[in-house]
């Protein structure tokens, strides 16, 4: 049986690499229309923030890896053009030439693409984006070939990629300005939290324009003109920051349907809407454990989990035992963990769920222990049924790693009354006796 | 009506003070055989290696606070040596003579003691047990009355308090050697993590001598002369840390039925065998979330949340909603975080499940993120059911909080295949792709 894949990336590769091993026999092959497989992407900004490091330490696994210890068939360079549904084929170009396949299953795992704005100047040099190792590595060479020259980056955007590269950039002693066309920086995230990320970014010396829309990019004396309604930025580099869009266009041209966000659609067991076309990571999509709603939430430990589903239900391990995703998320922002799960106030209003909010102020360690900083929790419940629907947490400590109890409390349906229960870890260098998430759940259970 | 409580640590002061709120109208009286009131007993190791903070700077919330602002006659000085089940009274002594006070709700929240043994010695200048604040008081003058001639501890023990203590006392310039009767270090942790802390403490200087009984403690020209069943060790100092005892002597001598580790059984709503009469925090049993069963596990955030519910019960809220415990429990070994929840794999198999477990390796951050180091994972589940029984974590950073996820997994009686889907939180500076807790949850489902 052969089994194609196309997208050497997380979901592909954990697809490839757990098929075959489950079942030797298995023609595996991968199509990655890159020269970069198996990397880390999330790691790029911190690579970038060392001028010593080669972006290429990013790659987990090398192509000839997975070539001749998997025996896995991974063609880089290929791009595929066309999935032809009716002869169980796929078809594109490389270096060689054009090349046509034959599948029995085929996964796409085609990603997620940064988008650009369709205004003048984004082709213009120094005009980046960052979601691919050859991004990364394309700043790299932009900031070490201008190194004399380059002294301001204007980010456009400031969701997880834009804040964690306002960090990166100010390691590499650029100045930074954050533009965003929406008023509000994190919009799923809580007021207070959103002020802490705000006032952190401003410690940091981050000059912050939000509510202004980008129009143009010129090229200038000294480097580039970047044009808002506002005002005119110098800067010798841009970084586009405003997201991503999953890189559905080969499922569209074969009449696959699409879900949320756009992202091809899939069941529960990662099919398409063909049931022999798999999807996994950036391009699909997936069931909110909570509003139990398709979303499309492009992370990347799902992205492996779901190319093990597709592995499974390829070599016939039947259908996977695959839980929907509670969102869960943590970003760095300088000195501070953001972290998330679940749903936001609003998010749970949409989902038409009756939430109900609180936030607390805590303290990262015990009373009286030195070295303590505020954590701030937000913590959403439903009226209706007492059951928690999500959290956020802010800190200089301790937020990264205490999300994931909320979160497993959202797997398994718990109230916040049950929440408030949990046996957590204390110790006074971590916390103070009543861990700040049963803080919160505390206040939540007063207003349900 | 008169709620009257022995002992005012966390479990007494949290009951009284969430009574008296509740219902104002309540007589609240409260009994400390001490003088000292609500302090962060966990907190002393931190502030014993710290010769420039005040002891009393671990006081949550002063006396007169209680008396003054929340109206709860807070006597300090107050022993209570006999309760009166008949008459519905407590009696006892203070500083003023005699006392005896009629009660129609008991709260019996005498805590625990250190168990010192019965060896010559015991009782020369300079041994020490840490449990009570004065305890801690009495450790500090002596360090600091002494700081000319005192180099060397013994640590008698190698529990929680033990191993805190020898980094306390190594911040403080002593030379510290740890003698315990038993073989092995921590005989509850997984093997493999056991030997992380025991090379922790060696690469800290600690000097290590387990499987030797303390046979009598000398005074000698220069201080004083442990003796083992190997060795004399000389030393200004000792410290007993063998572990504690449930305060339940007056709770045997009213007749009340003992539990787990000869605690004060309580039923869910924590009342003894007299419904009149509640026990909790240090001196009461609880049942274990897993295993169902009586167990004795002093910690600080079971007794402010068994305090809580004792208030609810006997201001009129009726049965309180309050769980069992996990056992979850932190604490900081020099660099070392060593954390734990639900049953070891012994503990699994004495309350009859068939535990499996697995030990795995993880990083604390991404691959090829800098700044990165080990985390151990120890998980154990149960054959016949698949449930996750446990969890036990040794790591430089990232084990203290993450212990909560596994825990509230407990408290969901979820299985390891559930475990394993959990949506973790994933950035390079915090983790892996795949939460070392979820590679331990697919090795174990392995073994399943």
Not at 20 to 41: F, G, H, I, M, N
Not at 84 to 103: C, H, I, K, Q
Not at 135 to 144: A, E, H, N, S, V
């Amino acid at each position: 049986m052969k089994f194609v894949i196309i997208g050497g990336d997380a979901a592909g590769l954990s697809a490839a690499s757990r098929a075959k091993r489950a079942k030797p026999e298995l023609e595996v092959t991968v199509l990655e229309q890159s020269e970069d497989v198996s990397y880390s992407a999330c790691g790029m900004p911190y690579n970038i923030a060392d001028p010593d490091r080669d972006i290429q330490e990013l790659v987990v696994r090398r192509a000839e890896v997975f070539r001749e210890k998997q025996g896995i068939d991974l063609r880089t360079g290929h791009r595929v053009d066309r999935i032809d549904r009716e002869a169980r084929t796929v078809s594109g170009r490389s270096a060689e030439g054009d090349f046509e396949l034959p599948w029995d299953r085929l996964l796409i795992a085609t990603g997620a693409s940064s988008i650009i704005p369709a205004i003048p100047g984004v082709e213009l040099p120094g005009v980046f984006s960052l979601k691919v190792l050859a991004d990364g590595g394309r700043i790299k060479q932009w900031l070490r070939e201008g190194q004399d020259r380059i002294r301001r980056c204007v980010v456009v955007g400031s969701g997880y990629i834009g804040l964690e590269m306002c960090e990166a950039l100010r390691a590499r002693g650029l100045e930074v300005a954050v533009v965003k066309p929406r008023p509000r920086l994190l919009p799923w995230l809580a007021e207070e939290l959103v002020a802490e990320v705000r006032s952190e970014l401003e410690r940091q010396g981050v000059e912050l324009h939000f509510g202004e829309g980008v129009e143009a990019i010129e090229s200038a004396a000294e480097g580039l003109l970047l044009k808002t309604s506002e005002r005119e930025l110098a800067a010798e580099m841009v970084l586009f920051a405003i997201g991503v869009q999953p890189n559905n266009e080969l499922a569209v041209d074969a009449g696959l349907d699409l879900g949320a966000g756009q992202a091809v659609a899939v069941d529960r067991s990662l099919r398409t809407s063909d049931p022999e076309i798999f999807a996994a990571g950036d391009c699909a999509d997936a069931f909110h454990i909570v509003s139990g709603e398709r979303v499309w939430i492009p992370l990347a430990l799902r992205a492996n989990r779901a190319g093990w589903a597709v592995a499974d239900m390829v070599t016939g391990r039947g259908e996977p035992h695959l839980s929907g995703i509670a969102g869960t998320a943590v970003f760095k922002v300088f000195d501070l963990q953001v972290a998330r799960t679940g749903l936001s106030e609003a998010e749970a209003k949409a989902a038409g769920f009756e939430p109900a909010a609180v936030t607390i102020r805590s303290r990262s360690r015990a009373h009286s222990h030195p070295g303590s900083s505020p954590i701030w929790v937000q913590m959403v419940g439903d009226r209706a049924s007492g059951r928690l629907l999500g959290c956020q947490m802010v800190g200089r400590e301790g937020a990264a790693h205490r999300i994931n109890a909320p979160a497993v409390a959202l797997h398994a349906a718990m109230t916040v009354a049950d929440y408030a229960q949990i046996d957590a870890a204390y110790a006074p260098p971590f916390g103070p006796t009543w861990d700040p998430t049963l803080v919160a759940a505390n206040q939540l259970l007063k207003k349900l």
